[in-house]
């Protein structure tokens, strides 16, 4: 089955960039009009005419810095004021830092939880009732295998991906029956400009994937009648993730000390 999003309209923030510009152009070409947000409107309006253009569908673009409550109002508002019913929910936008929480900037990591943890929370908690009314479509919510095992020297990023997890499978049980499935989307290291933004590839662990491999993964879920709630992209990511599920904690503890040291 594929899925035909035309009639439906897609949020998918963090477009400007990597997995969530892969994933807009995705929903595009299934039909769906898109709401594009970020910080970068140039890189927006690009992608948002390229999209218009070679899928015939509409696409607004939405500035906002996810960061605040007023860059999650913009969101809402605009998800609302599209022309179709929003069918679709892409919380992408997401940062990481890297270092030992000690010589961590504070207002570094309280942005890297308002961005990763509330703004995620906060935009499934107020368009979810559009979705439900709509009745069918997806929340997809980005986490990672940072997800499944702590992340020494990259303590909080791990943390908000763990919570990114934990809060979406509780989610995909509470919206059986309503139309609406909840997937937490977990890539591995990825070629976008996330480590430019770490500041350094020394947490990347495995073979890097490009952001179409990781939409592959994403709409291969979607296709399935029954979406699961959790997909880990890349075969080798997901048999890790398999692993580390079924080891003891400190065993799992040991073995991310190792794989982090730098
Ligand atoms: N790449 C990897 O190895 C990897 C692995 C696992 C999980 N992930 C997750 O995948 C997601 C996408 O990351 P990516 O790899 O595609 O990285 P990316 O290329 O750096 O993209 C990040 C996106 O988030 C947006 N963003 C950042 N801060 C924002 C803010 N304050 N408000 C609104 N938007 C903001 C950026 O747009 P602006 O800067 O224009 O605002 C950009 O569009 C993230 O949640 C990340 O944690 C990535």
Same mark, same amino acid.
């Given at each position: 089955?594929?899925?035909?999003?035309?009639?439906?309209?897609? *949020? %998918?923030?963090?477009?400007?960039?990597?997995?969530?510009? +892969?994933? /807009?152009?995705?929903? @595009? #070409? &299934?039909? =769906?009009?898109?709401?594009?947000?970020?910080?970068?409107?140039?890189?927006?309006?690009?992608?948002?005419?390229?999209?218009?253009?070679?899928?015939?569908?509409?696409?607004? *673009? %939405?500035?906002?810095?996810?960061?605040?409550?007023?860059? +999650?109002? /913009?969101?809402?508002? @605009? #998800? &609302?004021? =599209?022309?179709?019913?929003?069918?679709?929910?892409?919380?992408?936008?997401?940062?990481?830092?890297?270092?030992?929480?000690?010589?961590?900037?504070?207002?570094?990591?309280?942005?890297?939880?308002?961005?990763?943890?509330?703004?995620?929370?906060?935009?499934?908690?107020?368009?979810?009732?559009?979705?439900?009314?709509?009745?069918?479509?997806?929340?997809?919510?980005?986490?990672?295998?940072?997800?499944?095992?702590?992340?020494?020297?990259?303590?909080?990023?791990?943390?908000?991906?763990?919570?990114?997890?934990?809060?979406?499978?509780?989610?995909?049980?509470?919206?059986?029956?309503?139309?609406?499935?909840?997937?937490?989307?977990?890539?591995?290291?990825?070629?976008?400009?996330?480590?430019?933004?770490?500041?350094?590839?020394?947490?990347?662990?495995?073979?890097?994937?490009?952001?179409?491999?990781?939409?592959?993964?994403?709409?291969?879920?979607?296709?399935?009648?029954?979406?699961?709630?959790?997909?880990?992209?890349?075969?080798?990511?997901?048999?890790?993730?398999?692993?580390?599920?079924?080891?003891?904690?400190?065993?799992?503890?040991?073995?991310?000390?190792?794989?982090?040291?730098?």
């Amino acid at each position: 089955m594929t899925l035909d999003l035309h009639g439906s309209s897609a *949020v %998918v923030t963090g477009a400007s960039s990597g997995i969530g510009a +892969v994933v /807009a152009a995705r929903l @595009a #070409a &299934r039909g =769906a009009d898109l709401v594009l947000v970020a910080r970068r409107t140039d890189r927006l309006e690009e992608l948002a005419a390229r999209l218009r253009a070679e899928h015939g569908v509409e696409a607004d *673009v %939405v500035p906002a810095d996810l960061r605040t409550s007023d860059g +999650v109002t /913009a969101v809402v508002k @605009a #998800a &609302r004021a =599209a022309t179709k019913p929003v069918g679709t929910l892409v919380n992408n936008a997401g940062f990481g830092t890297h270092g030992a929480l000690l010589e961590e900037d504070p207002e570094r990591i309280e942005d890297e939880v308002a961005l990763n943890v509330a703004a995620l929370t906060d935009l499934t908690r107020a368009l979810l009732p559009d979705l439900v009314a709509h009745g069918s479509g997806a929340v997809v919510n980005v986490a990672s295998t940072a997800a499944f095992q702590p992340v020494p020297r990259m303590a909080v990023y791990g943390a908000t991906k763990a919570y990114v997890l934990s809060f979406t499978e509780a989610l995909s049980v509470e919206l059986r029956g309503t139309g609406v499935h909840a997937i937490t989307l977990c890539p591995g290291a990825t070629r976008t400009e996330f480590f430019d933004v770490v500041g350094t590839e020394d947490a990347a662990v495995g073979r890097f994937q490009t952001p179409e491999q990781v939409a592959d993964t994403l709409f291969r879920a979607l296709d399935r009648r029954r979406p699961p709630a959790t997909v880990v992209s890349g075969r080798a990511n997901a048999l890790a993730g398999a692993v580390v599920g079924a080891l003891p904690r400190r065993v799992v503890l040991a073995a991310a000390s190792r794989l982090t040291a730098g």
